[in-house]
């Protein structure tokens, strides 16, 4: 069975599915978005990094899609998409020996963005992903659920996807965001018969229910130094041959969410194969390190634990005749450092910008792609160089509490840039800030763009390489590291990244992040200043708009109850949500109260009145 033609199909809805399909509709693309499954579906990659709610933000603002905007900031993802979520204001890392208790100082912490822009979030991904591909729809694509498609034909002028049960589906350029089991990669042949990446590692997860905040576990409790709270963190627990997450969902005040995500990630030089089920080898991991099994003590599973082989899959090639792969389909390193998803927005913006003109075009041309092939490819390997060390330096504190700053290095100045940005862009709704963020230059992972950043953490790799094969002590390695790294000239020196005993470099509050823009102003080498300042005035006018916006909200809910205490009526009916009409159209279109009898006597019934029309609504 033969249907119409499309400009632009995309497999797959998850995040960067969706919110493609978004986009381009929005711009008048003819989309089409397929999804075997059924939404809601259980998924992992639920923890944002600064870089990419940033990042996520100016997609929204770019392409006017402001839906986007809020899956990467934490209070508007809670009013405006779900209370499901958790909040994510710092990354931590505690480090633990084997059989001994932790010892407070050996924690790492980086604090995320605080409002307007930040706080980051965990994101519920059975919540976030139905979300934007349900506003894929009301921006004007065809989604269609639980269509698995069997065959895939790559013809001269079109591609054809051919589902189970016969119908055949038509378009001029294909996106493949099926992400691990792409049909794209198996069919076309894609993939590496060996993955190219350095990290070699395999993973166990779940979802729990129980978890105590990490705060409990020290003693006193919420005794830690560190500035921002352990359990309103993505924590890590650090151990010679893996790490494991925990991303609770239940962390603010306003919780709804009892759940939190769970996994481990194991070096497979150090775990090869699988010792029992998942969760017998999870649990008898834990049960050497005292104070981790602390944390899970009271924690009970509440869906399957999932094992897996080698975690890593790769392809030299994301391009073909009128198809293109988003990064998670191509290729997969290890969920360190939550950059997955900072992988995946870097690449929604340069296709987005890229495919709008090659639809208005009609030229789908491999070499009009090439430049985001190359950008995500270097991205991955920049995160493989990064991520494989960090295994190597687990074995000791010495080495990881010296390279985890480097992570840290790239993932500040990563979320600087694009900041800046947005920033100006928002000060004076110039188009030509936001135009600047596909710019090669600005556009990388973790600093694999940045000159400086790479150059440095190349030479801290060569420190942890001669630790690891036995040329010099772990403690060798990490004062080589933190020597370097105090004598940046272009991170701030307060900043402590050359001291051993700062576990925590900065914080990102206003005070502290006026402080931060003025050095890279007044301090910095002349090629940072412009990358990484921004008019101080505008940031603090949005903290100000943020701030009104929550008040108003408050105020809204406390005068609605106690409305509702006092009367039993009300003309909610003639208002649209906020949240409903962000992108333009309202979701019930409800003439003026005094237009209400003269529409409705002198229309007949027509598709304008029972779909989606400009009538105009109060949004309130």
């Avoid at 933000?57 to 770019?62: D, H, L, V």
């Avoid at 290890?334 to 090659?358: C, F, H, N, Q, R």
């Avoid at 990490?478 to 272009?490: A, I, P, S, V, Y």
């Avoid at 992040?513 to 005035?537: D, S």
Wanted: with cysteine.
């Amino acid at each position: 069975m033969q249907t119409d033609r499309y400009d632009v199909a995309i497999l797959g809805s998850g995040i960067g599915g969706s919110m493609l399909a978004c986009i381009l509709a929005k711009h008048g693309v003819k989309t089409l978005l397929l999804e075997g499954a059924v939404h809601p579906r259980f998924t992992i990659g639920e923890s944002l990094i600064p870089e990419t709610g940033i990042r996520l933000r100016i997609i929204g603002e770019k392409y006017g899609v402001p839906e986007i905007g809020w899956i990467g900031s934490f209070h508007a993802l809670r009013d405006n998409v779900s209370s499901n979520c958790g909040v994510k204001r710092s990354f931590t890392y505690m480090y633990h020996s084997a059989g001994k208790e932790h010892q407070v100082e050996q924690i790492n912490q980086l604090p995320t963005l605080t409002p307007p822009i930040g706080p980051d979030s965990h994101l519920f991904r059975q919540d976030t992903d139905a979300f934007l591909a349900a506003m894929s729809i009301k921006y004007g694509a065809t989604f269609k659920q639980g269509m698995r498609i069997e065959h895939i034909d790559f013809k001269q002028d079109e591609v054809a996807l051919h589902a189970v049960g016969g119908e055949t589906l038509r378009a001029k350029f294909l996106i493949d965001a099926a992400g691990m089991r792409s049909l794209v990669s198996d069919q076309l042949g894609l993939r590496d018969e060996v993955p190219r990446f350095t990290t070699d590692t395999r993973v166990l997860y779940t979802h729990m229910m129980g978890m105590k905040s990490a705060d409990m576990l020290m003693k006193p409790p919420g005794k830690h130094k560190m500035p921002s709270p352990l359990g309103q963190s993505t924590l890590h627990h650090i151990f010679d041959g893996g790490w494991i997450w925990v991303i609770p969902f239940n962390n603010h005040r306003e919780a709804t969410n009892p759940l939190t995500s769970v996994g481990m990630l194991l070096d497979r030089r150090k775990h090869p194969v699988p010792q029992g089920t998942p969760e017998q080898e999870f649990r008898r991991i834990i049960s050497g390190l005292p104070t981790v099994a602390r944390h899970f003590e009271d924690a009970t599973t509440v869906r399957p634990w999932i094992g897996s082989g080698r975690l890593q899959y790769s392809s030299p090639h994301h391009l073909a005749h009128r198809m293109l792969q988003l990064p998670h389909a191509a290729a997969f390193l290890d969920p360190l450092y939550s950059s997955g998803m900072s992988v995946l927005t870097v690449a929604v913006d340069m296709i987005a910008e890229t495919l709008l003109k090659a639809v208005a075009d009609d030229d789908y041309a491999v070499e009009r792609f090439q430049h985001i092939e190359d950008v995500v490819n270097t991205g991955f390997d920049h995160y493989d160089m990064i991520v494989s060390r960090s295994f190597d330096s687990f074995a000791s504190y010495d080495t990881w509490n010296a390279w985890n700053r480097h992570w840290a290095l790239g993932n500040m100045l990563g979320a600087f840039g694009p900041l800046a940005l947005l920033i100006r862009y928002l000060g004076s709704h110039d188009p030509s800030h936001l135009a600047k963020t596909t710019d090669l230059s600005r556009i990388g992972v973790l600093g694999s763009h940045l000159p400086e950043v790479v150059a440095t953490m190349r030479a801290a790799k060569q420190d942890v390489d001669d630790a690891t094969a036995g040329r010099i002590t772990h403690a060798e390695a990490g004062r080589r590291m933190f020597e370097r790294l105090g004598k940046l000239d272009f991170v701030p020196p307060y900043m402590g990244f050359g001291d051993p005993a700062q576990g925590a470099t900065a914080t990102f509050t206003l005070p502290a992040g006026a402080r931060h823009v003025n050095w890279y102003r007044f301090r910095a080498p002349k090629e940072w200043k412009e990358r990484n300042t921004f008019p101080l005035t505008v940031y603090a006018r949005e903290v100000a708009k943020f701030g009104f916006e929550e008040f108003g909200s408050n105020w809204r809910r406390f005068a609605t109850a106690m409305r509702d205490v006092v009367f039993a009526g009300n003309s909610d009916w003639r208002y649209s949500p906020r949240a409903l009409g962000a992108h333009g159209k309202k979701w019930m279109p409800i003439p003026p109260a005094d237009q209400l009898e003269l529409d409705l006597a002198g229309l007949e019934p027509s598709a304008d009145v029972a779909g989606d029309v400009a009538t105009p609504s109060r949004v309130g």
